[in-house]
């Protein structure tokens, strides 16, 4: 058995970590999964008690989402449609018991190719802010992520926030899963989507994020660019298997690298659909 | 701030202040159970996959298996047992009941919480609102149909009575109030614990290394090896006890029992897979393409060839009908590897007591684990008591001895009560599963589109022991024509030995991997003839008068036809619906099954002993292990009514293998027909004794007023009888072997003395763009002779196909791979389709009140009727279970629709 702490305050928590190396939790729903018939025996620093680490803000330019928002928050917060997308897959994230607990945050750092909400986060251009004794930064979700179960988080580093730059109020997103059963369902491929467009109707910005087809979940660059344009009626009719060439998809379980690229290709039109 | 393991965390539990002392990242389920021994609270899986052990935190539903202690501190926590207030149910467990939406209970507590925290904030909630809130909560049983009900306040009514009444379960209020008792929810305080290691790789040779000073450094009591076992060999067959409580040398699977560690829990559950005491030589697994060849190393000397046993069957004149043949079609069906997954994992406690040893467990079986403990031990069987717990689902799995024996030898070597609990991802990579085959069959037809013939030939994986593996071998080739009428036959099976877990027994024994196949050359053949699907398989169906492939004319109750004309209405209508074009196309789908009730040309007797007591209650002395089917209430139901009694006069022991006959395996659907039977024997006779105590006539009325018993004119007062050792005043019995005879060298005989029947039809929705198959409707036509509850029928009915449509759709076991509750998918409640259940009750003489069995017949056709639905939407036949997305595209895809 090893240490456990759960320090009341920021402070406290970034001298710990000063201090020593601890496994971080927050939700445990991707803790204890990973500990079934294990003794637990690292140290572990329970953020769970530092309530500046939780619920959602507006500032000035930009949205501050606290990491420990659990889902079942982010779904009762009032926010632009832009979120929707994100919204949509607080919905998806295995059963209500886990987006009562499961934290933003934590599905964030725990780095899972499959992580529901991080395709999301992309599409979002959110921001990661991260905290230590030594200093404070911030790096965006797409540099944050390095692979799978990494990050640039440093162990003595603590995300303090998830920054998520305010849109046009145009912009609309929209989220889909594709899965082999209706809950409790790791995905087989995730797509999200955040669309800007102008008074006409064409897309003056498109974000666009696969999920577990590629150790991190990806934008897709030349997507964006092809969009950009276009009349949001027409978005599905725009999408190419090229567009999805950056993605690396694996066979597991769930599905062989080719239907997920099958998969991300339908998912990408029928998401885009969605914004006629 | 919390920092050391001995703080003491402060919570509220049901409205109580309690403060636990327990390590701060103790589960908050652990907590509960181990802390405050509220064992309502239950663990699936500790994974947050399964939701058995939801509870609400402040109001709100969460995975007690995720939630660390700490994170409860201050915090108000409801568990099951604060549902029920002064002992009484409150609304939403009562409708639980009445609905029937507790089958084996192990989910239910967590069902309860969950649709609690939905129900505090939505009083009138929708179907969808329903799915949504409870969609993190799996059930194995139920197919969720009637706890969507429950849920949603629909109106239920209960009824008393005998048989063919909607009676509540006589065990729901303990599944409903937290207070049933499952494996591992009681065991001594002294009792040490016990961890089985397990092979990490499917072919090995090991040695063991220092194992006294590994069990001294680890602070253990007892490191057990196969050399404290003293006959190491298990298994269902007498004469093949292949597989080894602890394996000696080398081991045949990953999860395969090297050493047993029994001590305190601290140690027994600190040692890791480094510190272990054993060395390995890996070798190269043989598998089901390999394991025949010349090259392949034998699992198990006795079978060089690896071919545990072959069946064989042969009617007719194959090759000569083929000539006369108008029509022929062929197929080759694949099929996975299929976890029972059931919620609760195997577990329990044993006890010596003298010269006796007592297993406390999950079960099955009772009578078959006394015989596999007392063999395994060198004990006289009457050494041997087994005590069944609640079983928390089984399907076939828990047939097989799983924690029994280990326990047994190890309390017996310390005198000192043992217990184990598996982990969920031990438990899936220990236990039999539904054996994989490969199967190809070839059907005729004549010109005027009659059956004429079938070849059908089987192999199946039976992986490193034999298990059930026989029992699946020879079962298969009598039901391998499927429940019609065809004069001439061949059937070869092989059950083949591989380095992969042990297949044994699951809800069918083989029949519904079959079924597969016969189902799709029904199809095929009804097309090649211009016919109706549905009307070629009802001309074709075996009536009564009819010979089966094994030469059996069926006396009576066979009642396929009745159950496909119930079909024809939906049948239309569902033609009517459906969309060939598209991204999103929708068919329909008929499947029919048969199955002989119990054992295959084997002995399979039950007997029940029920006594009445001075004050005027039945005691019923019920052998049946209930474990989720209903036995329980069945066999008082069916007892009831041949005493001319009410239910609610009745208490009971289950199980329990010294106050109980033997009443055999809750298996092959036989405890409603075999031990139903002898439920109704028992009864006959108890009457008997009574009137004639009373002098009263064959059909006298009872009445029972405390411990006055009246008949006819005549009274007696129970309390002036003698009491027997059990405290009976009277006794009846009554005993019942169904009818079989042996099969010849060619499968001829009676193996089976009745079958249940049944024609399913499925409506899906087949994405052909992303290979996603929604099934949106099955209607579930059964002939089960009499339906002696009939919810208790519709709830094997739903289960059995959501069962079905796990294996149809989304479930694959493999090794190594899906050793869990999230990689290994079974259907949840947004997967399920709406149900229609048709009770078709075509007497069987032999059964009680003409009833036979449900279990495993539920299952079998809705996997081939919703691969038929899948041809009917998209012309793209599936040959490959589980159809999952990936494959039903690549399929499409092949065939030019996607």
């Known amino acids: 058995m090893g240490h456990y702490q759960r320090p009341p305050d920021l402070a406290e928590a970034l001298r710990l970590l000063d201090a020593s190396t601890f496994t971080i939790l927050a939700g445990g729903t991707d803790f204890y999964p990973a500990r079934v018939g294990r003794v637990i025996g690292e140290d572990v620093l329970d953020v769970t008690a530092i309530s500046a680490l939780g619920g959602i803000s507006e500032e000035a330019d930009h949205w501050r989402i606290g990491p420990l928002t659990t889902w079942s928050q982010l779904l009762a917060t009032k926010l632009p449609p832009c979120f929707d997308g994100y919204k949509q897959a607080a919905r998806e994230v295995g059963g209500v018991q886990i987006q009562n607990t499961g934290t933003l945050g934590g599905n964030l750092c725990n780095a899972s190719p499959a992580a529901d909400g991080t395709p999301n986060l992309l599409a979002l251009d959110a921001v990661v802010e991260l905290q230590s004794a030594r200093q404070l930064r911030r790096i965006p979700v797409a540099r944050f992520v390095l692979g799978n179960r990494q990050t640039l988080r440093d162990n003595d580093e603590i995300i303090t926030g998830i920054l998520v730059p305010k849109l046009r109020p145009s912009a609309r997103s929209c989220f889909r899963k594709l899965g082999a059963r209706k809950y409790l369902v790791i995905s087989i491929v995730m ?86 | ?206 040695k063991l290394v220092g194992v006294e000073a590994f069990r001294d450094n680890h602070g253990l009591d007892l490191v057990m090896t196969a050399d404290d076992i003293p006959n190491n060999g298990f298994g269902i067959y007498p004469t093949i006890k292949d597989q080894p409580v602890l394996a000696k040398g080398h081991v045949r699977y990953r999860g395969d029992a090297v050493i047993a560690l029994v001590g305190p829990r601290d140690a027994v559950e600190s040692a890791t897979d480094d510190d272990l005491p054993i060395r390995w030589q890996v070798q190269d697994p043989v598998y089901l393409s390999a394991a025949q060849t010349e090259r392949a190393p034998p699992l198990h000397e006795k079978h060089p060839d690896n071919v545990l046993v072959r069946g064989w069957l042969k009617k007719g004149d194959v090759e000569g009908a083929w000539d006369q043949a108008a029509h022929t079609a062929e197929i080759a069906v694949e099929t996975a590897f299929v976890e029972h997954a059931y919620i609760e994992p195997e577990a329990g406690y044993a006890r010596r007591i003298g010269d006796r040893i007592e297993v406390i467990a999950c079960t099955q079986a009772p009578g078959m684990d006394r015989e596999e403990v007392a063999h395994v031990m060198g004990l006289a069987r009457e ?38 609990i598996y982990t969920r991802p031990e438990s899936m990579m220990s236990s039999t599963k539904r054996h994989p085959s490969r199967i190809k069959a070839k059907m005729a037809a004549d010109a005027s589109g009659r059956l004429l013939a079938m070849e059908f030939s089987g192999d199946f994986d039976t992986g490193a022991y034999a ?65 109706d699907r549905l009307e070629f398989r009802w001309k074709n169906a075996i009536r009564a008068g009819d010979a089966t492939a094994t030469g059996q004319v069926l006396h009576a109750s066979a009642g396929l036809a009745q159950c496909l004309a119930a079909l024809r209405p939906h049948w239309r209508d569902a033609m009517q619906s459906r969309v060939t074009t598209g991204s999103h196309r929708r068919g329909v789908g008929v499947a029919c099954m048969w199955y002989g009730i119990g054992n295959t040309s084997l002995s399979n007797p039950s007997a029940m002993r029920v006594g009445l007591r001075p004050n005027g209650r039945f005691m019923l002395y019920n052998g049946a292990a209930d474990i989720g089917q209903g036995s329980n209430t069945i066999m008082i139901q069916i007892c009831a009514e041949a005493l001319g009694v009410s239910p609610s006069l009745f208490d009971y022991i289950m199980g329990d293998t010294d106050l109980t006959e033997d009443a055999g395996k809750t298996s092959a659907s036989r405890q409603t027909f075999v031990s139903g039977k002898a439920a109704e024997l028992a009864g006959r006779s108890l009457r008997a004794e009574i009137l004639k105590r009373m002098n009263a006539g064959e059909d006298a009325r009872l009445t029972i007023e405390s411990n006055v018993i009246k008949a006819g004119g005549a009274t007696l007062n129970l309390t002036t009888l003698e009491t027997d050792p059990r405290g009976n005043v009277l006794t009846g019995f009554g005993s019942f072997d169904p009818p079989t005879s042996p099969l010849d060298a060619n499968g001829q005989g009676i193996p089976y003395s009745c079958y249940g029947f049944a024609a399913q039809l499925a409506e899906a929705e087949v994405d052909v ?130």
């Open chain 1, 191 to 276: 797509v999200a989507a955040v669309i800007e467009e102008d008074h006409d109707g064409r897309v003056t910005a498109a974000r666009i994020a696969v999920g577990s087809c590629s150790a991190v979940p990806q934008r897709l660059a030349t997507l964006e660019s092809a969009l950009k344009g276009a009349n949001r009626q027409r978005l599905a009719a725009i999408v190419r298997p090229e567009h999805l060439a950056t993605l690396t998809p694996i066979t597991d379980v769930r599905g062989s690298a080719e239907y997920r690229r099958d998969g991300a290709l339908e998912m990408l039109k029928r998401t885009l659909a969605e914004f006629a």
């Open chain 2, 1 to 206: 701030m919390l920092q050391s393991r001995d703080d003491t965390i402060a919570l509220q539990v049901n409205g109580d202040a309690v403060k636990i002392a327990m390590p701060p990242l103790t589960r908050l389920a652990d907590a509960l159970r181990d802390g405050l021994g509220l064992t309502g609270t239950k663990i699936g899986c500790n994974a947050g996959d399964c939701g058995a052990c939801t509870v609400l935190m402040d109001g709100r539903q969460v995975c007690a298996c995720l939630v660390p202690l700490a994170q409860a501190q201050g915090r108000s926590i409801t568990t099951v047992e604060g549902l029920a207030r002064n002992r009484k149910l409150s609304a939403l467990q009562k409708a639980f009941l009445r609905h029937g939406a507790a089958q084996c209970g192990i989910c239910t507590p967590g069902m309860l919480m969950a649709a609690s925290d939905l129900l505090s904030s939505e009083a009138k909630p929708s179907r969808k609102q329903v799915e949504d809130a409870m969609g993190g909560v799996l059930c194995r049983c139920t197919g969720y149909a009637k706890i969507v009900d429950a849920v949603m306040g629909v109106a239920a009514r209960a009824e008393y009575g005998g048989v063919g009444a909607r009676l509540e379960r006589v065990d729901g209020a303990a599944k409903l109030n937290g207070t049933e008792k499952f494996g591992s929810d009681d065991a001594p305080a002294d009792a040490l614990w016990l961890r089985v290691i397990r092979s990490p790789y499917p072919r090995a040779s090991f």
């Open chain 2, 383 to 420: 050494q041997v008591r087994i005590i069944p717990t609640a079983t928390g689902g089984g399907f076939g799995g828990k047939l097989d001895v799983s924690v029994q024996p280990v326990l047994a030898v190890a309390a017996w070597m310390l005198n000192r009560p043992v217990r184990c």
């Open chain 2, 467 to 531: 298990s059930w593996g026989p029992t699946v071998a020879n079962r298969v080739p009598v039901h391998a024509t499927g429940p019609y009428v065809v004069p001439h036959v061949t059937a070869a099976t092989r059950a083949i030995y591989t380095n992969n877990p042990p297949s044994g027994a699951f809800r069918g024994f083989g029949v519904p991997q079959a079924a597969i196949a016969h189902e799709a050359l029904m199809d095929m053949l009804a097309d090649k003839c211009g016919e």
């Open chain 2, 769 to 898: 763009k992303l290979g996603l198959v929604r099934v949106t409707r099955i209607v579930a036509a059964h002939d089960v002779g009499k339906a002696i509850n009939p919810n208790l029928v519709e709830g094997q009915i739903h289960g059995g196909i959501a069962q079905g449509l796990g294996f149809a759709l989304m479930e694959e076991y493999i090794p190594g791979r899906t050793e869990n509750l999230h990689d290994y998918l079974i259907p949840t409640f947004g997967d399920m389709p709406e149900m229609v259940t048709i009770m078709i009750e075509d007497a069987e003489p032999l059964g009680p009140y003409g009833a036979k069995g449900i279990g495993e017949p539920a299952l079998i056709p809705t996997a081939p009727a919703i691969f038929s639905a899948i041809e009917c939407a998209t012309g793209v036949r599936i040959t490959r279970a589980p159809a999952t997305p990936d494959r039903v595209l690549a399929a499409l895809k092949a065939a030019g629709v996607a």
